[in-house]
């Protein structure tokens, strides 16, 4: 399976900031998609194949990177980004997903 | 607007059959367009892809549990299911149902539609 690796674990950052979570897969892949989770709900797709913003998905998410490395970076963090998220991969069966970051304000 | 509604049982014994169903609305299981999928989340493993199935009935199952899957479609009723054979307390989790969208190339970009998920608790 390949292996998905997230960093930091948790971050801490004020409304204004810029935030920056990093995805680590254990092989090359293409197909990266983010995910933004809030408490007892399901998770929302937030940018996929590495840098596409998903419809309706504010401008402040974006996505970029290639081969083994991604990265999400949060611009001008809301309050509302208050959330867990993730990384997953589709590049080769089974579909993987990180472990997850927590982005707190 | 797509919803999807997963349904079924909290609690199930252990060596029993966990069965989920997700009702989908405002889109049609049969069209070729998406594959329809399970996904679980508990604390311990985190967000795990079960498997999907496609509007022809063909299946892809997480190998880890390939033996214990089945997923099935009833597209009179726009629904596909889930059957997860001799449960254990490892199969304790969220359940969530989801859409798994295609680009252009028949590839995977991501799930775009999900149901809000139900929880199963397996107990001894």
């Known amino acids: 399976d390949i292996q998905m690796t997230q960093s930091p674990s948790s971050v801490s950052a004020s409304v204004g900031d810029r935030v920056t979570v990093t995805c680590r897969a254990s092989?090359?892949?293409?197909?990266l998609a983010w995910y933004q989770q809030k408490p007892g709900k399901a998770p929302n797709l937030l940018i996929h194949?590495?840098?596409n913003l998903q419809t309706g998905v504010p401008s402040r998410f974006s996505g970029s990177g290639s081969g083994t490395e991604f990265t999400l970076t949060i611009n001008s963090l809301q309050s509302e980004d208050s959330s867990i998220y993730y990384c997953?991969?589709?590049?080769?069966?089974?579909?993987?997903f990180g472990q997850g970051t927590t982005v707190e304000i | 607007q797509v919803q999807l509604q997963e349904s079924g049982p909290g609690l199930v014994k252990a060596s029993q059959t966990l069965s989920l169903t997700c009702s989908v609305s405002?889109?049609?299981?049969?069209?070729?367009?998406?594959?329809w999928t399970w996904i679980r989340q508990s604390p311990g493993k985190g967000l795990e892809w079960i498997g999907y199935?496609?509007?022809?009935?063909?299946?892809d199952y997480n190998p880890s549990l390939d033996s214990h899957i089945t997923m099935s479609l009833d597209t009179s009723r726009n629904r596909f299911s889930l059957n997860l054979t001799s449960v254990t307390a490892a199969d304790t989790a969220v359940y969530f149902c989801?859409?798994?969208?295609?680009?252009?190339?028949?590839?995977?970009?991501?799930?775009?539609?999900w149901g809000q998920g139900t929880s199963v608790i397996v107990s001894s």
């Open positions: 199935i496609f509007h022809s009935g063909d299946a």
């Open positions: 405002g889109a049609s299981i049969s069209s070729g367009d998406y594959y």
């Open positions: 092989q090359t892949i293409s197909y």
């Open positions: 997953q991969q589709a590049d080769a069966f089974p579909w993987t």
């Open positions: 989801a859409r798994d969208f295609r680009d252009d190339g028949g590839n995977s970009v991501g799930f775009d539609v």
């Open positions: 194949t590495a840098s």
